[in-house]
């Protein structure tokens, strides 16, 4: 079993900028990569971002490009978002997620909301 502990999100105005972290505890060795995700009300969850957890290789998704940036730190079984220029367009519940297979994500953080006025 992991476990994922997501921190960070919070208030914010447009423009401005968070931090998410991720820390995950438990059986993590088998780690193939962790991702991002988000969730506004009424919509669907949508893929924000991933990094694979050897080599370091990131995705993102096109809304964020530019704005926003994933990396980990494998000693600290941790994975950040920094999130920059954010817009209300932003405001979302944020989940880490965790992936031991190329195909699917096999475990889930609680989520942290992000909520960006304008």
């Known amino acids: 079993q992991v476990q994922l502990d997501e921190s960070g999100g919070g208030l914010v105005q447009a423009g401005g900028f968070l931090r998410l972290s991720c820390k995950a505890s438990g059986r993590t060795f088998n780690t193939y990569r962790m991702g991002w995700f988000r969730q506004a009300p009424g919509k669907e969850r949508e893929f924000v971002a991933s990094v694979m957890w050897s080599g370091g290789l990131r995705s993102y998704a096109d809304s964020v490009k530019g704005r926003f940036t994933i990396s980990r730190d494998n000693d600290k079984n941790t994975v950040y978002l920094q999130m920059n220029s954010l817009k209300p367009e932003d405001t979302a519940v944020y989940y880490c997620?965790?992936?031991?297979?190329?195909?699917?994500?096999?475990?889930w953080g609680q989520g942290t909301q992000v909520t960006v006025s304008s």
């Open positions: 997620a965790g992936a031991t297979s190329p195909n699917k994500y096999d475990y």
